[in-house]
């Protein structure tokens, strides 16, 4: 029983243990630049108005989804880096469609959802047809690709644009009234919504764990990897699955950006359009550990700190950029301390099995397994 | 058969070995001991890796540790060579000791390491190679080309600096790997398992080679578990048997069997074949398999066999003769192998290896560890590794975990693998639980056909002896068994048949109750009756 409380003890304090160290490296660079770290942080940790705390859930949304594209790869071993180009192309795909309004009403939205899956899908599996065929490294792939994507639908969106007036923004037709989707009031004294589509990743999350975790095709992905040679012998098809574990991926980092397109003004896809999501979602899924529930703390912890550092400049006269720096050096403290925390596990599991099987054998009488072959 | 079995092909008399006999130089060694390890232990987790090992080494003579798989010659060598420390005793080079704690401290001290798997990179030249890591010492120009045409002249390695590797034969780049621990200055040189990669002639041309190193005052310290290369060319001999050293003996006055006796010691059970249970029903016919190699050269050509319900076929072949491609063929695990694989009437040669799998062939593959296991997973997760598309490990595309742990637990108790659960991920087992667990979960679906590759390589006595129950129950209970192995007392003991791979084909029936393990031996290099010395080169193109 015991054992089963050391290994939740460790869970817990890996992430613990890098976000400490994340905080203290920050103070670190905010001493050195002689900025007031105790007034940083006070800001920082404050409890979000309203309106903050709307935002964050908005944001969370977002990054979530980001998160769980990256770690569909990360269970196979696949380092999906493409998640920004993918859901770059796969937003423009929706928005190019649902402007046009060809279905009435929702029908229009499931389209463009759709539509958004199906080029974040074909777009990432780019990358994995080259890795299965060429064995083209999904690293390398799917960064080049994120480049190829930018120029892409920048070039693609001045044929569709249409542009506002008095502005040099341009952006897609925006999504008819009917097929946006409404946001759910918490507080009836603010104007800020929370994304409906909230909704959505929720149901994106289950669906990911339930697949990854309980089903034949989720097994086969965890088992190809953790041991690509074994998946073979398993009678596991390596090719397909990274095919198909790309695609998957890219299907999911298609959805990032549709909170944002059927959820906010001016719901359509333009050049101001938020970029940089996808980048953000390889820290979270480090953060989380590839679960969806660590996947969504993570996403809510780098939405809160991204929401409470904004005022950071007025309030303090501190760039909120430094939380930046404290969201990168997490990355990187994240892969150190589960590194670390995961060695000493596995030492502390060898070291038990070790004893428990000397306990054993001590109590049989003879503690020398010996055969029938050499008693005959 | 006697209370005691000799292992591999070394219960050869003296004489027709398939190396000529070395003179045994020992009046070369001078009596001053290079490397002295006194009471080395290490211990791993749950594991005595070593423990008292005690070995004086002379300069300038070949000194062999022999032992069994997981004997601990590894660890040891890794220890003397740094990689790894001990938890106990003391190491002296040349009468100082030292402690060495990273390979540079042991390259310091002149002691130089040969891995079985060779370090070198491909598309760069011998001297690229050479000098890596080492452009201190004489650059990387004209005075590095010299040193090592003077070091390849010095001791007839006969190396040319500016090949690339990559066109170079086995034997070469073992020269090479020589050249470049000789290059840093070593004067004590560890050789793992060279022989395991070599054909006889380079074996032969590799022996040359470490009498003109010993001929020059270097020390070499062979590792291997080949009796009877071990006995034509080593001068003295150290026996290590379950981690510890048992004795050191004199090669003139013993024989392969008295020192397979002490590597076993007297616990070794033998693997006795029972009644015969060999059916005339044919339950997997090969016809025509070929296999070509990415450099298009045939690696499996035109193999044709038979197994019948209730036999053991078993395939006998130095290492690296097209065993390991075989059972892959007909795993279906790779591509563009031609001609018919049938099983129980069907020919499967154009299904993938699930199908196959599910058609009802259990496989223990030779490695467990890259093929036959996630090592980071829990045991029942291993359960259901390669049967993710069968009950009870899944229904409808779900895995089903109670089912699978307690069709784990099952497994655990009727194979006697020893763990404290079904929780406990396989990398905490030991080599001969862990083969337990695979044959366990291989043996159940009900398969049709076992194929077991090296099955009880790398594991203990205690388990080996299971092991082979298991597979001869498979026998008796109407399956089809390939089995592929390199301990030649293992295949006889178990085969109704054998059947000798060469070169990737077969080029010999053997009844297991009338073959010696001489007779296999010079059919497996292709000496068949010719002389020793003179290894027929098969001329196939």
């Known amino acids: 029983m015991n054992v089963r409380l050391t290994k939740v003890a460790l869970a817990i304090g890996a992430p613990l243990l890098a976000l400490a160290l994340a905080f203290a490296i920050t103070s670190l660079v905010l001493l050195a630049a002689g900025d007031p770290v105790g007034e940083v942080w006070a800001q920082i940790i404050s409890w979000p108005e309203a309106r903050n705390q709307v935002n964050i859930l908005n944001n969370a949304t977002v990054l979530f989804l980001s998160g769980l594209a990256v770690s569909i790869g990360f269970r196979m071993n696949l380092f999906n880096i493409g998640v920004d180009g993918q859901y770059r192309v796969a937003v423009f795909a929706a928005a190019a469609v649902a402007g046009e309004g060809w279905l009435p009403g929702y029908l229009n939205t499931a389209l463009a959802i759709v539509c958004a899956m199906l080029a974040g899908a074909a777009w990432a599996g780019i990358a994995g047809v080259l890795k299965a065929t060429r064995g083209v490294s999904e690293v390398i792939a799917t960064i080049m690709l994120n480049f190829i994507a930018t120029a892409l639908v920048a070039y693609l969106l001045a044929k569709v644009a249409v542009r506002e007036e008095g502005s040099n923004v341009i952006g897609t037709a925006p999504v008819p009234e009917g097929s946006r989707i409404p946001g759910i009031q918490m507080w009836s004294d603010i104007p800020t919504e929370i994304y409906g589509f909230i909704v959505f990743a929720v149901l994106v999350g289950v669906a990911y764990w339930f697949t990854l975790n309980k089903t034949r095709f989720g097994f086969e992905l965890r088992a190809t990897g953790r041991s690509a040679s074994a998946a073979v012998a398993s009678g596991i098809s390596v090719r397909r699955m990274t095919i198909t574990t790309m695609m998957l991926s890219g299907a999911v980092a298609g959805l990032v950006g549709l909170p944002i397109l059927f959820g906010t003004s001016p719901y359509n896809y333009g050049s101001t359009f938020q970029s940089g999501l996808g980048f953000a979602g390889i820290a979270i899924a480090l953060l989380g550990r590839n679960h969806p529930v660590g996947i969504a703390l993570g996403a809510l912890l780098f939405a809160f700190l991204d929401e409470q550092s904004n005022p950071l400049q007025i309030l303090v006269g501190v760039s909120p950029d430094i939380v930046a720096i404290t969201q990168g050096v997490i990355v990187l403290t994240v892969v150190v301390s589960y590194e670390l925390v995961r060695r000493y596990g596995a030492r502390l599991e060898q070291r038990r099995v070790a004893a428990q099987l000397a306990r054993e054998s001590a109590a049989a009488k003879d503690p020398r397994p010996t055969t029938k072959e050499a008693a005959r | ?541």
């Open chain 2, 1 to 541: 058969m006697d209370d005691l079995v000799v292992h591999g092909p070394l219960a050869r008399p003296e004489g027709s070995s398939l190396v000529t006999s070395l003179s045994r130089d020992a009046s070369a060694a001078t009596g001053e001991v290079a490397v002295r390890l006194r009471g080395i232990g290490k211990r791993f987790p749950g594991v005595i890796a070593n423990d008292d090992i005690n070995i004086d080494v002379a300069r300038g003579s070949i000194h062999a540790v022999v032992g069994e798989n997981g004997a601990g010659k590894s660890t040891l060598m890794k220890i003397l060579y740094g990689v790894q420390p001990p938890d106990s005793g003391t190491i002296e080079v040349n009468g100082t000791e030292l402690a060495l704690s990273t390979p540079a401290d042991a390259i310091k001290a002149g002691i130089g390491m040969v891995f079985q798997h060779f370090m070198l990179a491909d598309n760069l030249t011998v001297l690229e190679n050479v000098v890596l890591g080492a452009e201190s010492l004489h650059g990387i120009g004209g005075a590095a080309r010299a040193k090592v045409a003077e070091i390849s002249a010095a001791y007839g390695l006969g190396i040319d600096p500016d090949r690339r590797v990559e066109d170079l034969g086995v034997g070469a780049r073992q020269r090479v790997e020589i050249l470049k621990v000789l290059y840093r200055g070593a004067r004590i040189i560890i050789l793992d398992e060279p022989t395991a990669v070599l054909v006889p002639q380079e074996v032969d041309e590799l022996f040359g080679n470490l009498r003109e190193l010993k001929r020059e005052g270097l020390s070499v310290i062979f590792i291997s578990h080949k009796l009877d290369e071990v006995l034509s060319v080593a001068d003295e001999i150290t026996v290590i048997r379950r981690g510890t050293t048992v004795a050191t003996v004199d090669p003139r006055s013993v024989t392969s069997r008295q020192l397979a006796e002490l590597m076993v010691g007297s616990e070794l059970p033998t693997p006795q074949t029972e009644a015969s249970t060999v059916t005339d029903e044919v339950m997997l016919s090969v016809r025509g398999l070929g296999l070509r190699g990415p450099d298009g050269r045939a690696v499996l050509d035109d193999i044709s066999f038979d197994i019948h319900r209730g036999e053991i076929l078993g395939i006998a072949g130095v290492e690296g003769n097209g065993q390991s491609e075989l059972v892959e063929a007909v795993m279906g695990m790779r591509g563009g192998a031609e001609g018919a694989v049938v099983l129980s009437g069907r020919d499967i040669a154009g299904l993938s290896t699930r199908a196959r799998r599910e058609a009802g062939i259990g496989y223990v593959p030779e490695d467990r560890h890259r093929h036959g296991l996630l090592l980071d997973a829990p045991l029942w997760e291993n359960r259901v590794l390669g049967h993710q598309t069968r009950e009870p490990s899944a229904r409808r595309g779900v895995i089903r975990r109670r089912a699978a742990r307690a069709d784990t637990q099952r497994i655990i108790d009727a194979y006697d693998v020893r763990t404290p659960g079904t929780e406990v991920p396989a990398r905490a087992l030991s080599g001969g639980n862990q083969q337990k667990l695979i044959v366990g979960r291989e043996m159940s679906a009900d398969p049709v056909l076992l194929i077991a590759s090296h099955p009880t390589r790398g594991v203990d006595v205690g388990a080996q002896g299971a092991i082979w129950d298991h597979i001869k129950r498979a026998r008796r209970e109407g399956l089809a068994v390939l089995l592929i192995s390199a301990d030649l007392d293992e295949l006889i003991g178990l085969s109704d048949r054998i059947e000798v791979v060469l070169r990737g084909r077969l080029v010999g029936t053997f009844d297991p109750s009338a073959v010696t393990p001489e007779e296999l031996g010079s059919a497996m290099t292709g000496a068949g009756d010719a002389a020793p010395t003179t290894t027929t080169e098969e001329t196939r193109g």
